[in-house]
DNA sequence: CGTAGATTTGAACGTCCTCAAGTCGAGTGG
DNA sequence: CCACTCGACTTGAGGACGTTCAAATCTACG
C-alpha cells in the first residue's frame, strides 16, 4: 500500500479549469461554448483531491457535499446491506461523475473505492446549482449525465437478470473497452485495474466462476489472460456471445 | 382488453394543477412554497394523458419530450436487447416519475407499458429545465429524484447479484408494501397488479420459482396468497429473510 | 527469498431452470 | 346458466449452471 505520495486528504488549488482539461469533451462540461467554460472556470471545480490506491473517496453515510469527477485513476462503487452482503454496482474512469448517489439523501449510499491512485475534481453541489441557474447548457449536460447513468444501471439490470456467466462476462468486457477506446486507449490490449473478486461481484458471479470463464473464453480463442492483463482477439465473437449465441437453439 | 373508454392517445387540458394536486406531497413539487408552485401551477403541467391497461406510455425509440408524473395506476419499464432477451426494470406507481431514461440521447431507451387503466401528468421536458432555471427549488427536486432513481436501481443490482429466490421475493414485497403504506394503502393486503412473469423478470427468476415460493411463504405462515391478493402477515418475518436470517450459519 | 493475496483448477453439491402436466379463473357465446 | 376457451397460475421431476469447498500455483512486494 503505497501511500508515500499520497497524503489521504491532500487537495491541490493550483490552475483546475474545465477549460484546459484533457477530458473536456467527455466529462460534465461537454458541450459548453468557450464563454461558458470561461464562465464556470474556477467556479465550478477549484479543487482536486488525490485517492490512494484502496482508499475510499467516499464511503455510505458520509455526508453529502460534492460530486466528483474522475481525471486520473480508477474507481469502484459498492452498496452494502447491513447483513454484510455487498455488491460492486460500477466501475469508473477518467470523465465519469461520481457522488450521484448522494443527491436525494444529502447521505452518500454507497461506497466510492480507489482501485488505483486517483486524482478527482471536486464539484461541490451546491456550487454546481447554482451554476446550472445561469448556465442552461450546464444544466442541461448535468440532467444528461445522470439519465444516462440511470440507463447504464437498467442495462446491468438486465445482464444480472437474464444473462449466463459468458454473457455477462463478455458483455462487461466489451463495455469496458469501448470506454477505453473512447478515451484513446487500445481496445484490445486492456490492463484490469479490479481482481477477479471485484469482477464478480459486479456481474453477480463467483470469482472462481470469472476465472474459469476467462480461461474458457482464452481456450476459444476469443482472448489472452495473463492475469490482469488481456488482449482481446475475437471482439465480434464476444458480441457474439452477448447477442445469446450460445444459447439460441 | 377494455378500450371502450380509453381513446389511446386522448388527453385533457382541464384543472391539471399541481398545487390541488393531492400528490403534491409525493411526486416532483415536494417541498415548494405555495408561491412557487403557485408559478409553475398551469406551465409545468398542462395535460393530463390516459393509458389503458396493456398499452404503452412510450416505447424504447421513440423521441424523448416529457417525463410522466404518474397520476392513477400502475406501469412497468422493460429493457430489451435486440436479440429479444427482455427485462423488467421497475413498477412505478402514483408521484413516481417516467421518462428519464430518455434524457440523456432524447429517445426513451426503455418501454412504459401500463399495467391498468392509468392517467399521467405530461411534464414536457423543456419547460421543465426552463422552470428549472427560475425556481431553484424545482431543480434541487428534480435532482433529487433523479438521483434517488439511481440508488433505488443499485438496490436493484444487490438484490439481483448477490441474493436467493426468496430473499428477492421478500424484498419485492416489502418494498411494495412501503410504498403503497406511503400512500395510504394497507400494507398487508396488497393487490399485484403484475403476473407472475413480470415479478419473475423484474427479479431475475421464471415465473415457476416466483409461484413456488409464493407457495413456500404461504406454508411458512408468512402471507396468505389467492391468485394476484397478497395478504401479509408476517412482514417481520419477511425482513428477517432479506437480511440473510435463511442462510447464516 | 518469504509471505500474503490473487488466481487457477477440480470435484461435489445446490439452487434454480426447463419441460411438462394439470388447475384455476375470467370472459364469451350458446 | 353452462360449456368453452384462453391466459395465468401451480406443482412435479429431472437436469444444468454456477456455487462451495479445497488444494495447488502464481505474483507482487517487502
Known amino acids: 500500500m503505497d501511500q508515500s ?28 461554448t468557450r464563454a461558458e467554460l470561461a464562465h464556470i472556470d474556477r ?12 482508499e475510499m473517496l467516499y464511503r455510505a453515510g ?8 474522475v481525471w486520473t485513476g480508477f474507481f469502484k462503487t459498492c452498496v452494502s446491506s447491513r447483513d454484510g452482503r455487498d455488491q460492486v454496482t460500477g466501475f469508473q474512469m477518467g470523465g465519469e461523475l461520481l457522488g450521484l448517489d448522494g443527491i436525494g439523501s444529502r447521505r452518500h449510499e454507497v461506497d466510492a473505492v480507489a482501485l488505483e491512485n486517483a486524482q478527482v475534481c471536486v464539484i461541490p453541489f451546491e456550487e454546481l446549482e447554482a451554476l446550472s441557474l445561469e448556465v442552461a447548457t450546464l444544466q442541461q449536460q448535468f440532467h444528461r449525465m445522470m ?13 444480472l437478470g437474464s444473462m449466463y456467466a459468458e454473457e455477462r462476462l463478455a458483455a462487461f468486457l466489451l463495455n469496458l473497452t469501448h470506454r477505453l ?13 479490479m481482481t477477479r473478486e471485484e469482477i464478480g461481484s459486479f456481474l453477480g458471479l463467483t470469482l472462481e466462476t470469472v476465472s474459469r470463464t476467462f480461461s474458457k473464453f482464452q481456450a476459444e480463442g476469443l482472448l489472452f489472460v495473463r492475469n490482469r492483463q488481456i488482449r482481446i482477439t475475437d471482439p465480434v465473437g464476444l458480441q457474439h456471445l452477448v447477442d445469446g449465441a450460445a444459447h439460441e437453439k
Open 5 to 32: 505520495v499520497f497524503r489521504p486528504a491532500s487537495s491541490s488549488t493550483c490552475e483546475v479549469v474545465c477549460s484546459s482539461c484533457n477530458l473536456r469533451e467527455i466529462c460534465l462540461p461537454v458541450g459548453l
Open 43 to 54: 467556479r465550478l471545480v477549484t479543487t482536486r483531491r488525490k485517492v490512494a490506491r484502496g
Open 62 to 69: 458520509d455526508r453529502f457535499e460534492a460530486l466528483y469527477a
Open 147 to 159: 439519465s444516462r447513468e440511470i440507463v447504464r444501471n437498467q442495462g446491468v439490470m438486465l445482464l
Open 181 to 193: 477506446k473512447a478515451r484513446g486507449f487500445s481496445a484490445s490490449a486492456v490492463l484490469l485495474r
